[in-house]
């Protein structure tokens, strides 16, 4: 069974996701080359194909790290409830933190997440996302480095899923709306 027979259309191809890791890989690597070993948060599970390969493009001595944080439920719409499943192994305290995720949405997640980050002690916290959906915003929250902007529209591939399917597609596409409506 295909998983391409479910998408509508391809928003962001191969192609243009490699020049995104390229580009914010040469700009981050700019930006951080005077911070002493920044430490990169990825927010799993759907920050894993973005992380991996936008840290091969960071040409500077980085940690990496994890956690995983939940707002969805399996549906298509956050639930408002931000959850930390699995927190990260290290001190953030007075440490440069990159945080990578797949999607900004509403904001909710991001916007928790760096409060906590603050809180503990990190010097500076900034978000590095593959996907911009700012028409969906319910809190104020500006990403620093965005490989796209996106419409309001429910996306899957390359780490994002529906009902933890899709996270393999090696693109990021529409789904159609018959599979999350039936
Ligand atoms: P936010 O807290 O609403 O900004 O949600 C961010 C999280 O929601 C992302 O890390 C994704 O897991 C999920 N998400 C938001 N939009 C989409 C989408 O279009 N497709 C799949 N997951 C999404």
Same mark, same amino acid.
């Given at each position: 069974m295909s998983l391409a027979k479910d998408i509508k259309s391809i928003l962001v191809n191969e192609q243009q996701i490699k020049e995104i890791c390229e580009r914010l890989g040469k700009e981050i690597t700019n930006d951080y080359? @005077? =911070?002493?070993?920044p430490i990169m948060i990825g927010l799993l599970k759907g920050c894993v194909p973005f992380l991996s390969d936008l840290a091969r493009h960071i040409d500077l001595p980085i940690e990496i790290e994890y956690m995983d944080v939940s707002? *969805?439920?399996? !549906?298509?719409? @956050?639930? !408002?409830d931000v959850k930390i499943r699995k927190d990260m192994?290290?001190?953030?305290? !007075?440490r440069d933190i990159l945080i990578a995720e797949d999607i900004v949405d509403t904001g909710r997640t991001l916007d928790t997440i760096v409060k906590l980050l603050k809180h503990r002690g990190a010097k500076s916290v900034e978000i590095v996302t593959l996907?911009? =959906?700012?028409?969906?915003?319910v809190i104020p929250f500006e990403p620093k480095y965005v490989g796209v902007t996106i419409p309001k529209e429910f996306v899957v591939g390359y780490g994002l899923d529906y009902e933890e399917i *899709?996270?393999?597609?090696?693109y990021v596409g529409i789904l159609k709306p018959e599979i999350y409506t039936k």
């Open positions: 080359k @005077s =911070k002493e070993r707002s *969805y439920h399996g !549906g298509i719409s @956050s639930s !408002g192994n290290t001190s953030v305290a !007075g996907l911009d =959906k700012p028409a969906g915003r *899709y996270r393999n597609l090696p």
